[in-house]
């Protein structure tokens, strides 16, 4: 029989017991309370994940713009903020991303078209604007004359169609105004796919895309005008929703290499309306006016215009100065909106700093 098993040591039992005792709750504190807690953190971190990459679903959709230099400051050193188109992007981003009445509500991108000559400090600026900046080629054909130096370099707007990883998109020139959410409009009948129809094609002008998506709105002027506004055969080309497709891209290149084909004044409004004429293989259709006007008054405000065209900075137009003073305010919130987001941004940038 072992000596131990004969001889009474409680004491020294229950000394054991409470070592044993000491070492279970020092280890669950551990567990517990020390930073490194590879059992609780693992669940914790997937879940998280998880639910960021559920929340970033990507949209097929995504809103567009070109920004190309303002030929007025050519040659002239202004600060960013002085470049209207610049400030312009800037609200229409704003508004299609962050301003709560009119931002989308279904994660669709804003997509920047920007040529080769924006200058970094821009395409930096729109980046922490939340958009997304794509910068491309200029297109140039030597037998274009703009009809106004402005529009010097508007075919580069073609390069809407080579952002094939959405399915439609939405182009709007900077100068718009958003009045109400935009989103319902790639949803809406008026901008479904169309069959090309190759019999009412002209055989020199090339292969085409066997469908397309091209909606717009009549071309027209004047502040005083019905809206809806009648039907014509001419669009505008500072608003149009179409489908992304290198065949349609190629089909456009090669018809604005085409000297004499359509008036070259109007750059790539004439090119695309003639590429979408109405007799054409892809004849073009009115986008639901709801959407769009331009020349707008509160006539078009009050019927529920969506988005409205203007040079709401161009102080030489009579504009009604309700709807000049909503983009000015538009201007104002976006300012505040990223002066906020900016600083919390270089306080929590500063935190990790001081905690490594
Ligand atoms: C987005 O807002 C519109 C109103 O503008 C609403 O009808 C729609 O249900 C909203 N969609 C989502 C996904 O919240």
Not at 91 to 110: E, G
Not at 210 to 228: C, D, L, M, N, W
Request: aromatic share 12%; hydrophobic share 35%; glycine share 4%.
């Amino acid at each position: 029989m072992p000596a131990w098993q004969g001889t009474p040591k409680s004491g020294l039992n229950k000394r054991t017991q409470a070592v044993l005792l000491f070492a279970i709750l020092a280890g669950i504190s551990i567990l517990t309370f020390s930073p490194y807690r590879p059992h609780l953190r693992l669940p914790n971190s997937s879940t998280y994940t998880q639910a960021s990459s559920l929340s970033s679903k990507q949209s097929p959709y995504a809103y567009v713009t070109l920004l190309a230099p303002n030929p007025k400051l050519d040659n002239k050193n202004v600060p960013d903020d002085e470049d209207e188109y610049f400030v312009g992007t800037r609200v229409l981003a704003y508004q299609l991303l962050h301003a709560p009445n009119t931002r989308t509500n279904s994660s669709i991108d804003f997509v920047v078209l920007a040529t080769p000559d924006i200058p970094k400090s821009k395409l930096d600026r729109l980046r922490k604007d939340g958009a997304t900046v794509k910068v491309v080629e200029k297109i140039y054909e030597k037998w274009m004359k703009p009809g106004l130096v402005r529009w010097r370099d508007m075919l580069s707007k073609l390069y809407m169609w080579k952002l094939v990883e959405y399915e439609k998109t939405l182009f709007l020139d900077a100068d718009m105004l958003i009045a109400k959410r935009m989103d319902g409009i790639f949803t809406d009948s008026t901008t479904v796919p169309l069959k090309t129809k190759p019999s009412l094609a002209v055989a020199d002008e090339g292969p085409f895309p066997s469908s397309y998506v091209f909606a717009a709105q009549t071309y027209f002027e004047g502040r005083i005008h019905k809206y809806p506004i009648p039907s014509g055969d001419f669009f505008s080309g500072g608003f149009f929703l179409a489908q992304p497709s290198i065949e349609a891209f190629n089909y456009y290149r090669h018809l604005a290499s085409m000297e004499g084909r359509f008036d070259s004044n109007g750059m790539e409004q004439h090119m695309l309306n003639y590429a979408h004429r109405k007799d054409g293989p892809m004849p073009w259709v009115e986008v639901n006016y709801i959407y769009t006007t331009t020349w707008p008054s509160m006539n078009e405000y009050e019927a529920g215009a969506r988005s409205m065209h203007e040079k709401w900075w161009d102080q030489s137009l009579e504009l009604d100065p309700k709807l000049r003073r909503m983009w000015y305010q538009a201007r104002d919130d976006m300012e505040a909106f990223h002066t906020a987001r900016d600083g919390a941004e270089r306080k929590e940038k500063m935190k990790e700093t001081s905690l490594t």
